[in-house]
C-alpha cells in the first residue's frame, strides 16, 4: 500500500494550458510539502502546507496554486503552462515538522510542456 | 541566506572502495541532517538522519559525520557495491518562519563499478 501517491506519473501538455497534480498520503501525517526537481536533479521546496494550513511558500509563481481539502491531501494547480516548467514534482509529507524530520516522498510527477 | 553546498558533483569508486559525500551549512541553528538515495527515475529515499546533539551515526555500510562549529557533515559508504549506484542528496532542516523546512544540496551523483 504505497505510503505517498501522486497521480498522474507522466504529464505532456502544450503551453498555455492548465493542469493539476494530485497527492495523497495514508501515514498519518500533519505536514506535506510540493518540490520542483529540475534537469540537474536540484529539489526545490515550493509550497508546505501543516494540517490544512499554507506555511511555506518560496515565490512561486502565482500560476502554481496548492489546495489541501485536508490533511492527507495536497493538489497542485498550474495555469498557463510555460516551457519551464517541465520538471519532476515530487510531493512528500512529514511528521514531525517542528523538531525536523525525515519526508517520505512520492514517486513523482514528470511534467513535460511542449 | 539559507544555503547548503555539497560535494563532490560526481564520484565514482571501483566495487569494495570506500565513498565520501560532504556538504556545508550555512544556518547555524540548522538542527536535523538527513541524507536520501535517489536511483534512476524513483523518488528520493530517506537512508540516514543525524540530529545536532549528536556527532556520529552509523548503520551498517553507511555512516554519517557531523561537525556543528564548522557547519559541516559527511556520508560514509564502505565496501561501496554496483546497487550504491545512484544520486544521493544532503540534507539540513532550517527553523524559518516558525517552522522547519528542509534545504537540499545538489546531489552527487555515484557510479560504483564492478
Known amino acids: 500500500d504505497t505510503a505517498v501517491s501522486q497521480t498522474p506519473k507522466y504529464l505532456v501538455t502544450q503551453m498555455g494550458n492548465d493542469k493539476s497534480i494530485k497527492c495523497e498520503q495514508n501515514l498519518g501525517h500533519d505536514t506535506m510539502y510540493w518540490y520542483k526537481q529540475d534537469s540537474k536533479k536540484f529539489l526545490k521546496i515550493m509550497f508546505s502546507y501543516n494540517n490544512k494550513e499554507l506555511i511555506i511558500n518560496e515565490t512561486v509563481p502565482n500560476r502554481f496554486s496548492p489546495k489541501s481539502p485536508d490533511k492527507a491531501h495536497l493538489n497542485l494547480h498550474i495555469n498557463s503552462l510555460e516551457l519551464g516548467d517541465s520538471a519532476v514534482y515530487f510531493c512528500?509529507?512529514?511528521?514531525?515538522f517542528g523538531q525536523g524530520s525525515g519526508y517520505t516522498f512520492g514517486s513523482g510527477t514528470r511534467l513535460t510542456v511542449v | 541566506g539559507e544555503n547548503v553546498e555539497q560535494h563532490p558533483s560526481t564520484l565514482s569508486v571501483q566495487e569494495g572502495d570506500s565513498a565520501v559525500i560532504k556538504c556545508t551549512y550555512s544556518?547555524?541553528?540548522?538542527?536535523?541532517f538527513p541524507w536520501y538515495k535517489q536511483e534512476l527515475g524513483k523518488r528520493p529515499q530517506l537512508i540516514i538522519d543525524i540530529r545536532s546533539n549528536v556527532g556520529e551515526k552509523k548503520d551498517q555500510r553507511i555512516a554519517v559525520t557531523l561537525n556543528k562549529t564548522a557547519k559541516h557533515f559527511s556520508l560514509h559508504i564502505t565496501e561501496t557495491q554496483p546497487e550504491d549506484s545512484a544520486v544521493y542528496f544532503c540534507a539540513a532542516g532550517v527553523f524559518s518562519g516558525g517552522y522547519n523546512k528542509l534545504i537540499f544540496g545538489a546531489g552527487t551523483r555515484l557510479a560504483v563499478h564492478p
Open positions: 512528500a509529507s512529514s511528521q514531525d
Open positions: 544556518d547555524s541553528a540548522s538542527n536535523y
